[in-house]
């Protein structure tokens, strides 16, 4: 794991902004929403806070974290996972678009068709800079 | 960066040619009493991405073949068989 101390920096920052987003909501300065994302924001600060103290105690469990890092097929997983999700999100939005504008729901229909087109171009932009890199 | 390109450069032919890879990596590792666990630690890697390279289900990087043919004392072309 390269950065420890900046990881645990940044989960300290989310539990601070937990805590300020919660404590903002009960004095009744912002609504429920923005507490509730603080709620969220501690629980995201906690729970990587415990996995870095594991990770700095538990030689075993640094060296399993370690090695699933930098395994190549888990890596090689880990990209063909997002290539398949933007390629099923993208259908998913095809179909959404078509679907919705059948059923009427024109708003989540455009919606539908922004978000698919909006990922298109993501996708066309990453391809040009990495085509660049490699 | 040569490495990288040079890499990509050999998948891509690979991928070009139809080409298969099939590999003695559980041949010679049974043969020798090497754990896939050992080998695993011994490469950096997982001890699933072993099995999976064993049972074919996964190329190795040129690096990745190249550290197991060093590891058991070999070319690269006697681990790993290029087939049309």
Redesign the interface.
């Known amino acids: 794991m390269r950065d420890y101390n900046k990881r645990i920096f940044v989960s300290l920052l989310w539990l601070v902004l937990g805590v300020v987003l919660i404590a903002l909501g009960t004095m009744g300065k912002i609504d429920d929403f923005w507490s509730g994302m603080g709620a969220g924001f501690i629980g995201v600060g906690v729970v990587q806070i415990i996995r870095y103290a594991r990770y700095k105690k538990d030689d075993e469990y640094k060296e399993k974290v370690d090695?699933?890092s930098?395994?190549?097929?888990?890596r090689?997983i880990a990209n063909k996972a997002w290539a398949w999700a933007g390629y099923c999100f993208v259908m998913i939005c095809g179909v959404g678009t078509i679907a919705l504008r059948i059923a009427g729901k024109e708003m989540l229909s455009v919606a539908c068709a922004w978000a698919g087109c909006f990922m298109l171009v993501l996708y066309w932009v990453c391809y040009l800079i990495i085509s660049k890199k490699? | 960066m040569v490495k990288?390109?040079a890499i990509?450069d050999v998948k891509l032919t690979l991928r070009l040619r139809g080409m298969n890879v099939k590999n003695r990596i559980e041949e010679i590792r049974t043969e020798r009493g090497i754990r896939q666990e050992e080998l695993?630690k011994a490469m950096?890697?997982?001890r699933?991405?072993i099995s999976?390279l064993e049972n074919g289900r996964?190329n190795?990087?040129i690096m990745?073949a190249h550290n197991i043919a060093v590891y058991f004392g070999m070319t690269i072309e006697e681990v790993f068989i290029f087939e049309e």
Request: cysteine-free.
């Open positions: 090695t699933a930098k395994d190549e097929r888990n090689f490699y | 990288k390109r990509i695993a950096g890697v997982s699933q991405t999976s996964y190795p990087s990745l």
